[in-house]
């Protein structure tokens, strides 16, 4: 079933009402605390995976407050650049695999943590101005990332991040301690406090499931003697972005993927926009529509762009803030101003940085195991929303045995080239590029095609 945007009652503010500041700021609020807990994982569990933790309060700084910028460009729409919307940006999940791959590589070579923040910032500098370019063909690459592809790959990184998830709930990457019991049981506990609290009635609480979730997990980790928590006294008061602190890198290898995941990134966000359009009482179709969608997607690719210049890991716009909008009956582009402006104070201050870093492995793997599962989930909703003939369920076989296969053997193409290995090592890369050959060789019947055609602006984002 197609869901349905609100009614005119529904909405308390509409998309160019001005609401005082009161109102505004307790809107605000909600949208940081659905979108807080995402933009800081990201570059919790990348710092954490490539050991970077001397430098994670400042990762974590830049992420808010890069968030706030972009957010900020969304609404206020400057020189046609954004949406002109409620689109909060966020540290985007579906580049890890990409990140961390890259991130490896350079490790591999004997790297410094410097020289891996180097070339990621590198190649996601890059990427950027890809989805920049992207943005002014949004409506012929809409014809072949289509629901089915996307619905493929966003299953890919769900199911691919979650053995990130069980890494951290057993204790970590080559932790002494992994898989002992407490480790399990306050992942577990941390689990089962999200799942509780998402099935409230109270809106506040299914918001803020996850912070609160991460909270009492501490809590009890402290108990347990798992939190031993540091002293914070020698973090610097304020955050100061520096462009390309730790330098520019770049090599194709590492460039390749991540390219590939900006593309579907890209098809994402119209489907965000489209959620929003609905939401806000905007029409999905037309001229306003398609100017709406280029620039959405643009202010993808600009917020990404100042993201890897003052080191942070690339945005996205974040669709659970669609549900705030929903919930809230708050669909004003100006409160979206009030948003970045909080999200960048916050950034301001790496103290919030050095205590989040501090939450035990454990306790962060209960809740993102949630997170990457819902991503998992997402996907497969996606795919339902696609006709699944037998050309469907071919290519998604494939991609899928592709794609885990790849994951489950990592070993497979080691004789092959390096570049060959950096694109296909991954199964996000090699089931999604699986996905777009298929879907471009394989004909598709005329009634499927207009029935994707019809779906495509409708359902796709309400599901992920």
Known sequence: ????????????????????????????????????????????????????????????????????????????????????????????FAFLGAVLSAGFMVKQRGGSPEDIMAMVF?????????QIVLSRFIGQLRRVITPLVTGIVITLIGV??????????????????????????????????????NRSSA??????????????GSIAAWFSGKLVPHS???VALVSIPVPFRFGFSFDWAAFLPVALIYLISSIETVGDLTANCMLSREPIKGPSYIARLKGGVL???????????????????????????QLTGVASRYVGLYIGAILFLLGLFPVIGAILQQIPKPVLGGATLVMFGSVAAAGVRILAQAPLDRRSMLIIATSFGVGLGIAAQPTLLHHLP???????????????????????????????????????????????
């Open 1 to 92: 079933m197609q869901p349905e945007a609100p009614d005119n009652n529904d909405l308390i503010y509409g998309l160019n009402d001005r609401p005082r500041p009161g109102p505004a700021v307790l809107a605000a609020i909600q949208h940081v605390l659905a979108a807080f807990v995402g933009i800081i994982t990201p570059p919790m569990i990348i710092g954490s995976a490539l050991g970077l933790g001397a430098y994670m309060p400042y990762l974590i700084s830049m992420a808010l407050m890069v968030s706030g910028v972009g957010t900020f460009i969304q609404a206020r729409r400057p020189f046609g650049i954004g949406a002109g919307m409620i689109c909060l940006q966020g540290t985007s």
């Open 299 to 325: 202010g993808d690719g600009v917020s990404c762009m100042i993201a890897a210049t003052f080191s942070a890991f690339p945005n996205t716009t974040f669709a659970q803030n669609n549900g705030v909008i």
């Open 232 to 234: 914070i006294a020698d």
């Open 418 to 464: 390096q570049l060959v290995q950096s694109l296909f090592d991954s199964a996000i890369t090699s089931g999604g590029l699986t996905a777009i050959v298929m879907c471009l060789l394989l004909p598709e019947g005329k009634q499927t095609s207009e029935t994707n055609e019809a779906k495509q602006q409708t359902t796709e984002s309400f599901e992920h």
């Open 122 to 130: 590198g190649v996601c500098f890059f990427g950027a101005v890809v």
């Open 160 to 197: 691919s991040l979650i053995k990130v998830g069980v890494t951290d709930l057993g204790g970590g990457f080559n932790a002494p301690d992994f898989g002992e019991p407490v480790n399990l049981a306050l992942g577990v506990f941390v689990l089962a406090v999200i799942i509780v609290l």
């Open 203 to 216: 809106p506040w609480l299914r918001l803020s499931a996850i912070i609160i979730g991460l909270a009492v």
